[in-house]
């Protein structure tokens, strides 16, 4: 059984820093990329960011390119999101996904397997 769970959401003053991890089970975890994409209230899901199964190979929503870092650990079966330079704007609640394809997209319907989410509250 798959399992895909985010942790390390809470909230935090803009300008500040939060490291979410998803741990995964259940995959052959080194040949799936990983995505992080978030929803804020009211709104649609949208793309963050996304590392290959390697790990060569990132890509970020502009919104978030310079202040994010997403990265994976093979061995641990994880992948993390680092985000620094907090703005409200980052609120919302962020889910980790992971996709069987060597093709990088950024459509959340493309991707195989999904967590839960974990809540991130910037307050200004």
């Known amino acids: 059984q798959v399992q895909v769970v985010e942790s390390g959401g809470r909230l935090v003053q803009a300008g500040g820093s939060l490291r979410l991890s998803c741990a995964t089970s259940?995959?052959?975890?080194?040949?799936?990329?990983m995505g992080w994409f978030r929803q804020a209230p009211g709104k649609e899901r949208e793309f963050v960011a996304y590392v290959s199964w390697s790990g060569t190979y990132t890509y970020y929503a502009d919104s978030v390119k310079g202040r994010f870092t997403i990265s994976r650990d093979n061995a641990k079966e994880t992948v993390y999101l680092q985000m620094n330079s907090l703005k409200s704007e980052d609120t919302a609640v962020y889910y980790c996904?992971?996709?069987?394809?060597?093709?990088?997209?950024?459509?959340?319907?493309?991707?195989?397997?999904w967590g839960q989410g974990t809540q991130v509250t910037v307050s200004s």
């Open positions: 996904a992971a996709r069987m394809s060597v093709v990088f997209t950024t459509s959340s319907s493309q991707y195989n397997y």
């Open positions: 259940g995959l052959n975890f080194s040949r799936y990329a």
